[in-house]
Nanobody
């Protein structure tokens, strides 16, 4: 069973940057379109960025131009570079396939606050 481990969250001031990483166990990672999701308190989990196995990317309008998703198939990792962070970006961030096909990891907390 593929396990997902997210890291890199933290507390950052508005306008700051963070880089999240997700490591996946197993060898099937490279076949999936991977995504970063987030869930803010009291809200549903939402997909904010995805990247196909051919590196085609898609972004939610709320993060377009500020977030960049990337992947390293050899290392089975997917990353999310987040710039110009806003308080509305505060959430727990998770990685998974874009169709949420894998067991969810613990996520990593991102808090944007002054």
């Amino acid at each position: 069973q593929v396990q997902l481990v997210e890291s890199g969250g933290g507390l950052v001031q508005p306008g700051g940057s963070l880089r999240l990483s997700c490591a996946a166990s197993g060898n099937i990672f490279r076949f999936y379109t991977m995504g970063w999701f987030r869930q803010a308190p009291g809200k549903q989990r939402e997909l904010v960025a995805s990247i196909s196995n051919t590196h085609r990317t898609n972004y939610a309008d709320s993060v377009k131009g500020r977030f960049t998703i990337s992947r390293d198939n050899a290392k089975s990792t997917v990353s999310l570079q987040m710039n110009s962070l806003k308080p509305d970006d505060t959430a727990v961030y998770y990685c998974n396939t874009d169709r949420s096909q894998l067991q969810w990891g613990q996520g990593t907390q991102v808090t944007v606050s002054s």
